[in-house]
């Protein structure tokens, strides 16, 4: 089991994708915070690029072939969230649960979590790579914590899809060009 933190800095407008562990590592960085100003470039894609190589190594799209938002790499997706609220691993829905932040809180064990901002969380069965994703939001940053079954940064990648998702679908007016 891993555990990955995505952060969005509105200051830097950047995303950091970071592997949690001594020392935490970034995975991967997006030169955007998802955060849409009106007058800003439109954004459908924008690269994940690794630090170390300056290379991308996928791809987020917004609003193409029927998802919200999609994690690509090579050419093969790896990860979306479509406009009917489901969630895909390499094209294959996966079941979900969405649990609210009320609910969440509800648990003692949970409750901790209020301070740092805590919006939803996502739990996936046995068939997705992913545990669960932890989203939270203070002003204009989003974070995630995605717990995956797999200690690789794929696995990271596949939940940056559900820890962009409430931020595009937020902003859903911003797009509504794009769908069409």
């Known amino acids: 089991m891993a555990q990955y933190l995505v952060r969005t800095n509105k200051d830097e407008k950047k995303t950091h994708i970071l592997r949690v562990g001594t020392p935490t590592e970034v995975a991967g960085i997006l030169y955007t915070d998802f955060n849409l100003r009106?007058?800003?470039r439109d954004i459908s894609s924008e690269d994940i690029v690794n630090p170390l190589s300056?290379?991308?190594?996928?791809?987020?799209?917004?609003?193409?072939?029927?998802?919200?938002?999609?994690?690509?790499?090579?050419r093969k997706e790896l990860s979306a969230y479509t406009?009917?609220?489901e969630y895909k691993e390499g094209g294959i829905v996966i079941p979900y649960r969405r649990i609210s932040k009320d609910v969440l809180l509800s648990r003692p064990e949970y409750k901790s979590l209020e301070e740092m901002g805590l919006t939803h969380a996502y739990f996936l069965g046995d068939r997705s790579a992913l545990s669960q994703v932890f989203c939270f939001a203070k002003d204009s940053d989003i974070s995630g914590v995605i717990h995956s079954r797999e200690p690789d940064d794929t696995s990271a990648l596949k939940g940056l899809s559900l820890v962009l998702a409430?931020?595009?679908?937020?902003?859903?007016?911003?797009?509504e060009f794009m769908k069409k």
């Not at 290379?55 to 690509?72: C, I, P, T």
């Not at 409430?166 to 797009?175: G, K, L, P, Y």
């Open 54 to 74: 300056n290379k991308s190594v996928a791809r987020v799209e917004l609003y193409q072939h029927g998802n919200v938002v999609a994690v690509r790499s090579k």
């Open 166 to 175: 409430q931020r595009i679908e937020d902003q859903e007016f911003i797009f």
């Open 83 to 85: 406009q009917n609220g």
């Open 38 to 40: 009106l007058g800003n």
